[in-house]
């Protein structure tokens, strides 16, 4: 039954991106060898073939649906009025995907190298092991301010900790969390009612849906994309600047 699941696809891209230098412009809109950053996350998401796409938007919210409206019309915006956290985010897509029997692929707006071939060995992974949501990560060089995978000695996915929270043996992991997930519609919508606030920052966290399905005694699975460089996110000009030389490297 696995394989008829329809696939939708959210993507992050409400976020103001404070340390981009341009307080005038999304972060999401800032231009990668003269495209979008999230003009490259939608072209993932085509390579799909998804049934549904939305996009979460918040910070120059007009100005980033305008551009999804041009880039790919079929997809839906939605808006997140308080930036309240990558889990308060998700959850403003339940009025279009909530009632969808799916399998829903979260993005980030400013993760712009991903490739069409890894989320779909991200999905097969995802469907063949009949998890109920599947984490990419990644094994890094420099992992510091990641949240690391750690895993028992089968390679079991146990939990993911964050920086801050990791003792110094976690600390020495390398396999990071990258922020992107695949997850059953049903449990995605009925763990984020779940997420609670009572963090330091007072914001509702995606990661903790995995550890509210893990208590649950659902399968969660973390699949290792083969090349960390994919994963490497926009937060600074010198990430961008970085992105486009390896945008280069790759001969496009």
């Known amino acids: 039954m696995q394989q008829h699941r329809e696939l939708a696809v959210a993507i992050l891209a409400a976020g103001q991106g404070k340390r981009m230098g341009n307080p005038n412009l999304a972060k999401v809109l800032a231009s990668l060898d003269g495209k979008p950053l999230l003009g490259y996350v939608l072209e993932q998401s085509a390579q799909l073939v998804p049934d549904a796409v939305v996009v979460i938007v918040g910070h120059q919210r007009e100005a980033v649906a305008a551009f999804v409206a041009e880039a790919m019309p079929a997809a839906t ?5 308080q930036q309240l ?3 308060h985010a998700v959850q403003q ?5 909530a009632q969808r029997h799916a399998d829903v692929i979260i993005l980030s707006g400013d993760v712009p190298l991903l490739t069409g071939n890894t989320l779909q060995e991200l999905l097969h992974r995802h469907r063949s092991g009949n998890a109920v949501a599947t984490v990419l990560t990644a094994r ?7 949240g690391r995978i750690v895993r ?8 993911i900790v964050e920086h801050k929270d990791a003792t110094e043996e976690e600390r020495m992991i390398a396999e990071i969390n990258s922020g992107i997930y695949v997850v059953r519609s049903e449990a995605l919508y009925a763990s984020l ?17 995995i550890g509210i399905l893990q208590a649950d005694g659902e399968l969660v699975d973390a699949w290792c994309a083969p090349s960390w460089e994919e994963l490497h996110g926009i937060n600074t000009v010198a990430d961008l600047e970085h992105a486009s030389v390896l945008l280069q490297q790759r001969g496009q």
């Open 77 to 81: 915006c939605v808006v997140q009025d």
């Open 85 to 87: 956290g990558t889990g």
């Open 93 to 97: 897509t339940a009025p279009v995907l």
């Open 140 to 146: 890094v060089p420099d992992p510091t301010g990641y």
């Open 152 to 159: 028992d000695a089968s390679g079991t996915l146990l939990r």
């Open 193 to 209: 009612d779940r997420v609670s606030n009572a963090n330091a920052q007072g914001e509702y966290y995606l990661t903790d849906i």
